[in-house]
């Protein structure tokens, strides 16, 4: 292993799961990457999350954007890391009340952020990683984001559903496929997070949707997910897996 620093690629890390991610990782005392679609100050950025954070604007399916973010992030050191966390929901019912169809390219592109992208950022990274010297025989970690609606998709989830059911497939693939390299892949699969997604809603309806959790009855904290990413990066024999991170909930059709 050679004495290079290690750095950790955070996407959609400019708030919520992946902020919360580069925030614990920054404080780990190691660099940072973050990308994001927002148009984000980067000494903002910093203050927010800590100053190992360097923050390069892109999408997660552009083959070019991701290029330029892996190329800042090997100017910094050795890349071991991925939290891949961009991800959107698109809601229509197949067919809706007045009878029109899901349009096939809204559904297109829910896959294309959600699953493509994904992908995009699996492989990318993994081409990366497979240059680096083994640390114990391992050259890096990679976790992706899946959601509970893989399993409970909820009337009106149906791309997303889609979507996040084909990240928990790739999961054991895409670490069989990578083992001989030395890279790890798993995924998280989160319930209902207090993102900035969720503070649009009304007190209300957020209390609702901390009611039907199991226990604890509350919404997810992002650094609670962070702390589970930091966990699947660094734990050497968690390999290959799906873990959901949801306080037992189980989806109700609506």
Same mark, same amino acid.
């Given at each position: 292993m050679t004495d290079t620093p290690s750095v950790y690629v955070v996407?959609?890390?400019?708030?919520?799961?992946?902020?919360? /991610?580069?925030?614990?990782?920054?404080?780990r005392d190691v660099s940072v990457?973050?990308?994001?679609l927002v148009d984000a100050d980067e000494s903002e950025l910093r203050a927010q999350l800590g100053?190992?954070?360097t923050f390069v604007r892109g999408d997660v399916c552009s083959e070019s954007d991701l290029g330029r973010v892996l190329d800042r992030a090997s100017e910094r050191g050795t890349i071991r890391g991925l939290v891949h966390?961009?991800?959107?929901?698109?809601?229509?019912?197949?067919?809706?009340?007045?009878g029109t169809p899901f349009?096939?390219?809204?559904?297109? /592109?829910?896959?294309?952020?959600n699953l493509v992208g994904t992908f995009n950022a699996l492989r990318l990274t993994a081409a990366r990683m497979a240059t680096n010297?083994?640390?114990?025989?391992?050259?890096?970690?990679?976790?992706? /984001?899946?959601?509970?609606a893989a399993w409970d998709g909820q009337v009106g989830q149906i791309a997303y559903a889609a979507a996040k059911s084909g990240v928990v497939g790739m999961t054991l693939c895409a670490a069989r496929d990578l083992a001989d390299l030395g890279i790890r892949v798993n995924t998280i699969a989160p319930g209902i997070f207090d /993102?900035?997604?969720?503070?649009?809603?009304?007190?209300?309806?957020r209390d609702g949707l901390a009611e039907s959790v199991t226990f604890p009855k509350r919404l997810g904290d992002p650094?609670?997910?962070?702390?589970?990413?930091?966990?699947?990066?660094?734990?050497?024999y968690l390999n290959g897996e799906v873990i959901r991170l949801d306080g037992a909930i189980r989806m109700a059709p609506r």
């Open positions: 996407t959609g890390g400019a708030g919520g799961l992946g902020g919360a /991610t580069a925030k614990l990782l920054a404080e990457v973050v990308t994001d100053e190992r954070v966390c961009p991800g959107k929901g698109f809601p229509r019912r197949i067919v809706d009340r007045a349009p096939l390219d809204q559904f297109e /592109t829910a896959l294309r952020l010297d083994p640390d114990e025989g391992e050259r890096g970690s990679i976790v992706m /984001t899946a959601s509970v /993102t900035p997604l969720l503070a649009r809603f009304s007190q209300g309806i650094e609670e997910y962070a702390s589970l990413a930091d966990q699947l990066l660094h734990n050497r």
